[in-house]
């Protein structure tokens, strides 16, 4: 049986260790994020979905990624800073990852293998999104140019499951 997203850990924006396991049962959206993106303003509108359907059992989980363009220069620290400044971030982010190569984080070679993209078992840029439904599996992915927004009824579909 493939592992589930839960069967993971991540190191989270303040140095812990995060156990995926945490996050057991709830519907999940999984983003490589970037500070300095043209889909930077992407945090705004999933920031309003964690809000809208946090109570249902959903987060967002972002995840910073400096592998395109250099579109995340900064620390944690500063990653984070400018996250909840700008964009009012609460949802969970955690330490800088690659998502592709060979030091891709488990988390993302897990996800790109059960969804595949345009590029096939690669992530082609900063804000791609991949939904997870209650049990661990992925259920839909979403390019970067997909706003938030257009994600709400595969969202609203996973709660309901």
Known sequence: MAPSLTDFSARAIDGTDVDLA?????????????????????????????????????SVLGFPCDQFGGQEPGSEDEIA????????????????VDVN????????QWLRKQKSGLLGNKIRWNFTKFLVDR???????????????????????????
Do not use: M, W
């Open 22 to 58: 945490t996050y057991d049962g709830q519907v999940l959206l999984v983003v490589n994020t970037a500070s300095q993106c043209g889909f930077t303003g992407q945090y705004s509108g999933l920031q309003e979905l964690h809000d809208s359907y946090e109570d249902q059992g959903f």
């Open 81 to 96: 800073s400018f996250c909840e400044r700008n964009f009012g971030v609460s949802f969970p982010l955690f330490a800088k």
């Open 101 to 108: 190569g060979d030091n891709a984080h488990p988390v993302f």
């Open 135 to 161: 049990d661990g599996k992925v259920i839909g992915r979403y390019a970067p140019t997909t706003p938030p927004e257009k994600i709400t009824g595969d969202i609203e579909k996973a709660l309901a499951a």
